[in-house]
């Protein structure tokens, strides 16, 4: 099962069909929609990713100017189910006149969304903006339509593509509200997140969310297989030039390149952020009915080390807010992964957990030393994502030298390549049989631990940190599993004092490692 092109794109809700248009209104709309081409000095020159940086410089040496509120403040005060009334209409979509691969169409303001963006249409070296429209969209049961100002501007935009037959357009990739955007790969549904750029986030101060005010969409070749997106970003901190080559398929892959300049000096920047939502799963103190065994778009935070040691750590629902960085001297990539894919460990029939993508970034080069900080924030509902992680470079961005990272972005399913060796496929936790301890039962699983005989002696070598008696290992033992074909490790630890408590843990045979490195953060 998978996004469609007339599906609403809702991490929690399911989609609604789009209603077709009236083909009396379609060239009215169209010449709507189609301004004059406007030639850019030096017509000989392609529009390009250098373009919007020398933008985003000349807008980073004046003062940051608050965005003119244009949408009218009854917009904002629609319900969801009266936003989501608000459809395209499919037929108006960009480049369907043309033999394109790939259609886009747009986003109405209005509820969340009170904040209007630019689009243009880039083909070679003329650039033409789109021009927004009351007609481009059916308004459904909603009786307001005539009181929608003709300039009001789109919310954002979504691309279409064939990803499951060569006939039907799906929908791939969203932008929308911020700096965010999400994609999909061909058998998934939406679901986690990414943003642009991640900005104080976890300081006392307050986070700041920047935001993209201006996009250019470079038309394809009939042939293409990506599509390049340009977009402009903003806030009062810094701006920023980024380029987004989107290729969908069976995975979405995105390569971005970033360009920033600061206005002033934030005191941390955190690179290629994704985001997601986990309200609760096997390792949650449940205090709440759920019919559903699991809620999450994502289920663990994955890293891969320039070491080349990987580290697998289970989200969960805190009591409180809770920050955790690791350290290492390089990166060799990060995600949000949804690894549970079995429907028996969600039953919902609405939202399909187990069919959210994961999120997957690669850098392009040398990140240099810095940390990934994961942010979980305590949520009692499954309406807002409460997961955020991203890269902290130790060389944070300076004032007055522009700041270029790059990075490929895969919206994706499961990938037996990450990690290559034995995974951790289930965290469960309880109070166990030794006073005031807690018990941790970790399942690990992969082709080589399931080729182990159950009469070899695989062995769990759990760590804890700090080492200053924050914490004892009261006993463990490791045992082959039948019902996964892997191997489980049991462990008990009892905290000595009210300090979280860092723990690892993984399997070895002899002197072979055979699975990823598991990690927890006890909080006594």
Not at 8 to 27: E, Q
Not at 255 to 276: C, E, H, M
Not at 321 to 342: E, H, S, T
């Amino acid at each position: 099962m998978g996004c469609v092109s007339d599906e609403r794109p809702d991490a929690v809700l399911p989609a609604r069909a789009l209603r077709g248009a009236r083909a009396a209104r379609r060239l009215a709309v169209l010449a709507l929609l189609a301004p004059a081409v406007v030639p850019r000095a030096g017509a000989a020159a392609t529009f390009g990713f250098e373009d919007v940086a020398a933008k985003a410089h000349h807008l980073a040496v004046k003062p940051f100017e608050v965005p003119k509120v244009r949408v009218p403040e009854w917009l904002g005060k629609i319900t969801y189910d009266q936003w989501r009334d608000i459809r395209f209409r499919p037929n108006q979509a960009l480049w369907r006149e043309k033999t394109s691969p790939f259609q886009v169409q747009f986003f109405h303001p209005g509820l969340y969304y009170d904040r209007t963006v630019k689009v243009n249409v880039v083909e070679g070296a003329a650039v033409r903006r789109l021009d927004f429209s009351p007609s481009v969209f059916d308004y459904g049961r909603n009786d307001f339509a005539s009181k929608v100002p003709q300039d009001l501007g789109f919310a954002g935009f979504r691309l279409h593509t064939p990803i499951k037959t060569r006939d039907y357009f799906d929908e791939v990739i969203v932008f929308l509200g911020a700096s965010y955007f999400r994609g999909v790969g061909r058998d998934q549904v939406f679901g986690m997140s990414a943003r642009g750029l991640a900005i104080d986030t976890a300081i006392p101060s307050g986070e700041e969310f920047p935001y993209f005010k201006e996009f250019w969409l470079a038309t394809p070749t009939a042939k293409a297989k990506d599509v390049t997106v340009y977009a402009l970003l903003d806030s009062p901190s810094l701006t920023g030039a980024y380029r987004f080559v989107i290729q969908p398929g069976e995975q979405t892959v995105v390569n971005i390149d970033v360009r920033l300049f600061l206005r002033r000096q934030p005191q941390k920047i955190g690179i290629a952020p994704l985001t997601s939502m986990f309200f609760h799963g096997e390792n949650t103190g449940r205090q709440f009915d759920d019919f559903r065994p699991e809620v999450h778009d994502s289920d663990g935070l994955l890293v891969a080390q320039g070491t080349g040691e990987w580290l697998w750590r289970p989200l969960d629902n805190p009591r409180s807010l809770q920050v955790d960085k690791f350290r290492m001297p390089g990166l060799r990539g990060f995600g949000l992964i949804q690894r549970d894919r079995d429907f028996a460990s969600y039953q919902d029939l609405e939202t399909h957990p187990e069919l959210r993508p994961s999120g997957w970034v690669t850098p392009h080069g040398d990140w240099g030393a810095g940390s990934v900080e994961v942010v979980q924030i305590p949520t009692k509902s499954d309406t807002n994502d409460n997961v955020v992680v991203y890269w902290v470079p130790d060389n944070q961005p300076k004032l007055g030298q522009p700041y270029d990272v790059s990075y490929t972005l895969a919206f994706c399913g499961d990938d037996p390549s990450r990690p290559p060796g034995g995974r951790t496929i289930a965290t469960r936790r309880d109070g166990g049989n030794k006073e005031n301890a807690q018990r941790f039962v970790v399942d690990f699983a992969g082709r080589t631990l399931d080729a182990i005989p159950a009469d070899q002696v695989v062995r769990g070598d759990v760590t804890i940190a700090p080492e200053d008696d924050a914490a004892e290992l009261l006993d463990q033992h490791v045992v082959k599993n039948p019902a996964t074909g892997g191997w489980r490790l049991t462990f008990q630890v009892r905290p000595k004092s009210k300090t979280p408590v860092e723990l690892r843990a993984f399997l070895d045979k002899g002197s072979d490692t055979l699975t990823e490195t598991w990690s927890y953060s006890l909080v006594p």
